[in-house]
């Protein structure tokens, strides 16, 4: 695993992924990267208003290509 870096979001951004995305994939799949991503993002650090998730290169990725099957939900919350 490479070095992680962190995502901060919205709380609300956080919780959107998290319910509408991540743990839905999670649970219909046997793909560790989204598992991976699944454990990763249910462990986040919170700061004030905003939730910080710690993500390698290859979770970013995780991350990016669920939410290309998304793109209702990217556009929300890209504002």
């Given at each position: 695993m490479?070095?992680?870096?962190?995502?901060?979001?919205?709380?609300?951004?956080?919780s959107?992924l998290?319910d509408?995305?991540?743990g839905?994939?999670a649970?219909?799949?046997?793909d560790?990267?989204?598992?991976?991503?699944?454990?990763?993002?249910?462990?986040?650090?919170?700061?004030g208003?905003r939730?910080?998730v710690f993500v390698?290169a290859?979770?970013?990725?995780t991350?990016?290509?669920?939410?290309?099957a998304?793109?209702?939900?990217?556009?929300e919350l890209?504002?």
């Open positions: 490479g070095l992680l870096e962190p995502l901060w979001i919205s709380e609300g951004a956080w959107a998290r509408q995305v991540i839905p994939e649970a219909a799949t046997v560790p990267d989204v598992l991976a991503l699944a454990r990763t993002w249910n462990e986040p650090t919170r700061d208003n939730v910080g390698d290859e979770l970013a990725r991350l990016s290509r669920l939410l290309d998304h793109p209702a939900l990217a556009a890209l504002g």
